[in-house]
T-cell receptor, first 111, second 118 residues
Framework: TQLLEQSPQFLSIQEGENLTVYCNSS?????LQWYRQEPGEGPVLLVT?????EVKKLKRLTFQFGDARKDSSLHITAAQPGDTGLYLC???????????FGKGTMLLVSP | GAVVSQHPSRVICKSGTSVKIECRSL??????MFWYRQFPKQSLMLMAT?????????EQGVEKDKFLINHASLTLSTLTVTSAHPEDSSFYIC??????????????FGPGTRLTVL
C-alpha cells in the first residue's frame, strides 16, 4: 500500500516558470521531509516540517505543511536549470516506525 | 554537520562474489542507520533498519541471508551482498538518523553506491 502519493511524477518546464509539487496521504504525518536527488548521488535534505500549517522558505523554494498534517507542497518560484533533479517527500506516518517515501517528482528545467 | 559517507561509490563484481558496502556517520553518532535500494528513475525502497549492537530489521521480501547487515559501532554500518547476481545490480543508499532528531526522524543520506554485477 502506497501511503504517500506524490504528484506530478514528471515535470518539464522552461527556466523562469513556477511549479508546485504535492505530497498527499490519508494518514497523519508526525513529520515530513523534502529531499532533492541528482543522478548518481544520494538525496539531500531540503527541509523538515513538523507543525500543521507550517510554512518554510528556502530561497526560491516554499514548503507548506497542511493544517491536518496529511499533505505537503513544495513550490518553486522562477525555476532555474540548477533546480533539475528528483524531488522526494518522505514522512513518518503515525503507526509506522520507518520513513515512507513518495515515488518522487522528476523535474527538468530547460534554459 | 550530519554528514554521511559511503564506500565504495562504485563497484563492479563478477556473479557469485560478495560485496561489502560501508556507511559512516562522520560527525555524529548514529544508533540507527537505514539501507535503501533504488532502481533507475524510481524512489527509494527501504531494505532494512540497522541498529547498533543488535540485529537488523529487514523489510518484507528482503532476504536477510543475502543482504547481511552489521552495525558494529555508532558510526559504522556495513551491508554485504552475498553471492551477488546481475539482478542485484542497483544503487544502494544508506542513511543515518540525525543527532537529536528522535522527534522529527530526519534522515541524512550517504552519496550512494552503484553496484554492477556482471
Amino acid at each position: 500500500t502506497q501511503l504517500l502519493e506524490q504528484s506530478p511524477q514528471f515535470l518539464s518546464i522552461q527556466e523562469g516558470e513556477n511549479l508546485t509539487v504535492y505530497c498527499n496521504s490519508s494518514s497523519v504525518f508526525s513529520s515530513l521531509q523534502w529531499y532533492r536527488q541528482e543522478p548518481g548521488e544520494g538525496p539531500v535534505l531540503l527541509v523538515t516540517v513538523v507543525t500543521g500549517g507550517e510554512v518554510k522558505k528556502l530561497k526560491r523554494l516554499t514548503f507548506q505543511f497542511g493544517d491536518a498534517r496529511k499533505d505537503s507542497s513544495l513550490h518553486i518560484t522562477a525555476a532555474q536549470p540548477g533546480d533539475t533533479g528528483l524531488y522526494l517527500c518522505a514522512g513518518l506516518v503515525s503507526g509506522y516506525s520507518t520513513l515512507t517515501f513518495g515515488k518522487g517528482t522528476m523535474l527538468l528545467v530547460s534554459p | 554537520g550530519a554528514v554521511v559517507s559511503q564506500h565504495p561509490s562504485r563497484v563492479i563484481c563478477k556473479s557469485g562474489t560478495s560485496v561489502k558496502i560501508e556507511c559512516r556517520s562522520l560527525d555524529f553518532q548514529a544508533t540507527t542507520m537505514f539501507w535503501y535500494r533504488q532502481f533507475p528513475k524510481q524512489s527509494l525502497m527501504l531494505m532494512a533498519t540497522s541498529n547498533e549492537g543488535s540485529k537488523a530489521t529487514y523489510e518484507q521480501g528482503v532476504e536477510k541471508d543475502k543482504f547481511l547487515i552489521n552495525h558494529a559501532s555508532l558510526t559504522l554500518s556495513t551491508l554485504t551482498v552475498t553471492s551477488a547476481h546481475p539482478e542485484d545490480s542497483s544503487f544502494y543508499i544508506c542513511s543515518a538518523e540525525g543527532p537529536g532528531d528522535r522527534v522529527t526522524d530526519t534522515q541524512y543520506f550517504g552519496p550512494g553506491t552503484r553496484l554492477t554485477v556482471l
